[in-house]
């Protein structure tokens, strides 16, 4: 490689060419605009920016750092087409370079068109939109607040409206810029001092202006503020055709100042007017209902039973005492036909001689029983001779009347049997006789076989 | 609630009962009194609380030791 001799040569050290290139580069890029996509988005502690921002085939380091980025309307974030001013720097401690941004703007729209975009997109996704947040505004405040530019025109306008609806408002106006740099912070304070001094409904009202000039009202510090109000508010920000981001977070926007004054208050004279209307009508309602019962109590008063009481009473007592007599009668002719029947029902008895009958049976029936009693009788009679006989027959053959009558019964000496014939004992045999009175142990000497007669003699 | 207690508001709303109340045939003359004089009572109180506002335009600053104040304000006549 020719010329590329290091004797020749001036040989850095690293410190020297880093030094010499952020001279160079430093002297060169002092005051650039570049143009690019916006990636690798970091907000360190909200405060410093750091950013690549790219093309097709490159892209660059960026820092913005809070000073100069604490003043953006709109926010950087991933994606966004930018332009910015700045320089480029170089950290020569480590060989690197990047683009100090002193400004940046939206590439394609204006800035504050995207800043109220990002800003709108942004409390919408809070809700602060909701209709669930929106307070009533009341009909008739007692005590109206109204922040807005006490020099200007649209309190003038606001003033005759309520003039016109309302003679005897009591309106509290609250001076504020409402345009500027401080305009967004005065209408907050504002807001603060109408709430704590008392009002029941704040109006936010400023003419018709550029959204530059309606900026004020595109803060996300005052959209805050309105979300937080206590007391219901109305914002009534330049021409119908603008909208502020205050008039989507305000519980109502009235299109045009004039327009906050009509919603503001009602209209006195047709509320006066309501009111008398509402009394005459319940009044009439009373007086027909009155009239609707006065025409039942005449109706009813005039009635006899009301008018003359005892001859509706007379009447019934005739009644009563027709229905007596009637009772009477009914009851007497029933007696008579019932009566009747009974005697019918007697002559027939007569007639078929029941009673005659009944006689009859009853003494045949006593006939009978005399009959079975005297064949009981007959019968108990000849049953009790023969058990006489019976009894008399025992009395006879009874051992104990043999004994008494004289005679003797032989046992064996040691058996309770009665001995009958000679041949059932043996000579020297003993035996036992037995008396009236005792028994005899005895020996038997001799046997004499005799046939005893009827009418027996003693032997001996 | 006391009707000298209720708010404007409050008191068109019940007074917008009671008249559809009374608009109904089949209520008793004794509650249609009640319900008549509730009413009466309700209108004038709405009709007190339209006068009762003071017809004034002030404006609210902060005096220099920060309490706030208002003065009375006359645009009105500067308006005509």
């Given amino acids: 490689m020719e010329g590329s001799n290091p004797l020749k040569s001036k040989i850095y050290t690293v410190s020297e060419l880093n030094l010499e290139i952020r001279k160079n580069l430093e002297s060169n890029y002092l005051d650039i605009w570049l143009e690019g996509e916006v990636s690798n988005f970091y907000f360190h502690d909200k405060k410093h920016m750091y950013f690549d921002l790219k093309d097709e085939n490159s892209k660059i380091r960026v820092v913005m750092f809070h000073n100069n980025n604490k003043n953006l309307l709109f926010n950087i974030e991933e994606g966004l087409h930018i332009l910015i001013n700045g320089y480029v720097s170089v950290y020569e401690k480590r060989g690197e370079y990047q683009v100090v941004a002193l400004d940046a703007r939206p590439v394609g729209k204006g800035s504050l068109i995207l800043a109220f975009e990002q800003l709108k997109e942004k409390l919408e996704k809070k809700g602060y939109f909701d209709r669930i947040h929106k307070k009533n505004i009341p009909i008739l405040p007692n005590k109206i607040g109204i922040a807005t530019s006490i020099g200007g025109a649209v309190i003038r306008d606001i003033i005759s409206v309520l003039n016109r609806r309302f003679k005897n408002f009591h309106l509290i106006i609250r001076d504020v810029n409402v345009q500027g740099i401080t305009s967004s912070d005065e209408i907050c304070e504002a807001i603060d001092d109408l709430c704590q001094y008392g009002v029941d409904v704040i109006i936010l009202a400023r003419g018709g202006g550029s959204l530059e000039d309606l900026w004020a009202f595109n803060t996300e510090k005052l959209a805050e503020k309105i979300f937080d109000c206590p007391v219901p508010l109305i914002s009534a920000v330049g021409h119908e055709t603008d909208y502020t981001i205050a008039d989507f977070v305000a519980d109502k926007r009235a299109a045009t100042p004039s327009v906050a004054g009509e919603i503001v208050i009602l209209n006195k004279t047709e509320a006066v007017e309501n009111l008398k209307e509402t009394s005459k009508k319940i009044k009439n309602l009373i007086k027909s209902k009155i009239a609707i019962l006065k025409k039942e109590f005449n109706f009813l008063t005039s009635r006899r039973i009301l008018i003359k009481p005892e001859t509706i009473l007379n009447k019934f007592n005739q009644a009563a005492g027709e229905l007596h007599i009637k009772l009477i009668e009914n009851m007497e002719r029933l007696i008579r036909t019932r009566g009747k029947i009974l005697s019918d029902y007697r002559q027939l008895i007569y007639e078929k001689n029941i009673f005659k009958r009944i006689y009859i049976y009853k003494m045949a029936i006593k006939n009978i029983d005399i009959r079975i009693i005297s064949d009981i009788k007959n019968y108990l009679t000849l049953k009790k001779s023969r058990l006489k006989i019976i009894l008399e027959n025992l009395q006879e053959k009874n051992p104990v009347a043999i004994l008494e009558r004289g005679f003797a019964i032989i046992y064996r000496e040691k058996e309770d049997k009665n001995i009958k014939s000679i041949d059932e004992v043996k000579i020297n045999q003993k035996v036992r006789i037995m008396l009236r009175d005792g028994i005899l142990n005895a020996r038997i000497l001799k046997k004499i076989y005799k046939k005893l007669e009827i009418g027996f003699k003693n032997e001996n | ?80």
């Fill in chain 2, 1 to 80: 609630m006391k009707i000298e207690k209720m708010s404007f508001e409050e008191s068109i709303t019940k007074l917008e009962e009671i008249v559809k109340e009374l608009e109904d045939e089949n209520i008793s003359l004794e509650e249609s009194m009640e319900k008549f004089e509730m009413g009466i009572k309700l209108s004038s109180n709405c009709l007190k609380k339209l006068n009762e506002a003071e017809g004034k335009i002030e404006e609210l600053t902060r005096s220099e030791d920060g309490k706030l104040v208002t003065r009375e304000l006359d645009l009105e006549k500067e308006n005509k």
